[in-house]
């Protein structure tokens, strides 16, 4: 989560990381959500019709940008899947959270940050450190990262 204004207070640190609480509600932000993709094609939901209002580059694909509105509210979105391992796929979902009156300089912040997302992979060994398995796509994850 990336703050565009302070909040007025922060709830403390947990997993997942979306479900951190701050206050008041509604503070302009980004955040990115990503996850192991758990769902079937043919089980998965028909996704919410989409109000695009640009497309841009979102993790090696071009991808709409869609959004909503609601009161003073405006919402930006964008997703797409990514490979993780050879037998399964992830996803991830980007999501800029303003105002109408701050929305033209949030924006190119929004489209930024969401074009420059990469993904890397790493190594992780298994007990013994004899098993090693890949996972992720790209180039290698900075050596110094701290994975969680």
């Given at each position: ?5 302070p909040?007025?207070?922060c ?5 997942p990381?979306?479900?951190r ?19 079937d094609e ?7 019709p ?27 979105v ?6 993780v391992?050879a037998a399964g796929d ?11 009156d ?6 190119p912040?929004?489209?930024?940050a969401?074009a ?6 790493f ?15 790209g ?8 994975w969680?």
């Open positions: 989560m990336l703050f565009l204004t909040p007025a207070q709830g403390g640190a947990g997993y990381s979306s479900s609480a701050f206050e008041p509600d509604f503070v302009p932000a980004i955040s990115l959500y990503y996850g192991h993709n758990t769902v043919e089980d998965a939901p028909s996704p919410s989409c109000n695009k209002v640009g497309e841009i580059q979102f993790l090696g694909a071009p991808r709409p940008i869609c959004e909503e509105r609601e009161s003073a509210e405006v919402r930006l964008v997703q797409n899947r990514y490979q391992v992830a996803e991830a979902v980007f999501t800029l959270v303003t105002t109408a701050r929305l033209v300089r949030d924006r912040v929004f489209v930024a969401a420059n997302l990469r993904t890397c992979s190594v992780l060994r298994g007990v013994g450190a004899k098993k090693r398995t890949r996972w992720g796509v180039p290698s994850c900075l050596a110094d990262g701290r969680f």
